[in-house]
């Protein structure tokens, strides 16, 4: 079956503007995550989803990252006033319910704040 | 807070050579530890895992025992191969937890 996709691929916007960055998890995953991965770096967490609800989103940077999942299935990744500092690729995964499963991870979304 | 530390790179070998990528974590209690590989132009996949002490994980090749006692989850494998060639992110679920927190990253490169 089809895996977890991430749109865009790449995204360019200038500094201070919005942007929306869209998961489309494994049919059937309850469980979906956002991690944020900078050159060189390991991915670090933001925030994971059990259904529609925020279970943990202690890894979120600050109150211009927000992200919704209102149906329990597709999630968005809304950043307010970007800064050059966002700059990253974006990843998402999703899991099955059961607890320490399988994370399936997207091929993210590239970030460039300009 | 929880944390996962791994051998620096970039580590190039020969083909046919033996492999060790060190990983070492700071947790409580007792997590669940794995092995991500990414290839190139792909995206981050599972190798391996173990969920308790002194459990061995194993796949295409690769071998990871966790250890409590000197809190260590060092990937292996005897032979590589060509590809192999791939970034090696070492990482842990904290006990109760569903995040997973990374390690920097190992960038491993076999050369024929």
């Known amino acids: 079956g089809a895996g977890v996709s991430q749109t865009p691929s790449n995204k360019v916007t200038e500094k201070g503007k919005y942007v929306e960055l869209r998961c489309d998890p494994i049919s059937g995953h309850t469980a979906l995550y956002w991690y944020r991965q900078s050159l060189g770096q390991g991915p670090e967490f933001l925030i994971y989803f059990q259904g529609t609800g925020a279970a943990d989103d202690s890894g979120l940077p600050n109150d211009r990252f927000f992200a919704v999942r209102p149906e329990g299935s597709v999630s968005t990744l809304k950043i307010q006033r970007t800064e050059r500092g966002d700059s990253a690729v974006y990843l998402c995964?999703?899991?099955?319910?059961?607890?320490?499963?399988?994370?399936?991870f997207g091929p993210g979304t590239r970030l460039t704040v300009t | 807070g929880d944390s996962v530390t791994q051998m620096e790179g970039p580590v190039t070998l020969s083909e046919e050579a033996f492999l060790t990528i060190n990983c070492t974590y700071t947790a409580t209690g007792y997590p669940s530890l794995f092995w991500y590989v990414q290839y190139p132009g792909e995206g981050l996949q599972l190798l391996l895992k173990a969920t308790k002490a002194d459990d061995k994980g194993s796949n295409k090749g690769f071998e990871a025992t966790y250890r409590k006692e000197t809190t260590s989850f060092h990937l292996e494998k005897g032979s590589v191969q060509v590809s192999d060639s791939a970034v090696y992110f070492c990482a842990l679920t904290p006990r109760g937890a569903q995040k997973l927190v990374f390690g920097q990253g190992t960038r491993l490169t076999i050369n024929p």
């Open positions: 995964a999703s899991s099955s319910y059961v607890a320490g499963d399988e994370q399936y």
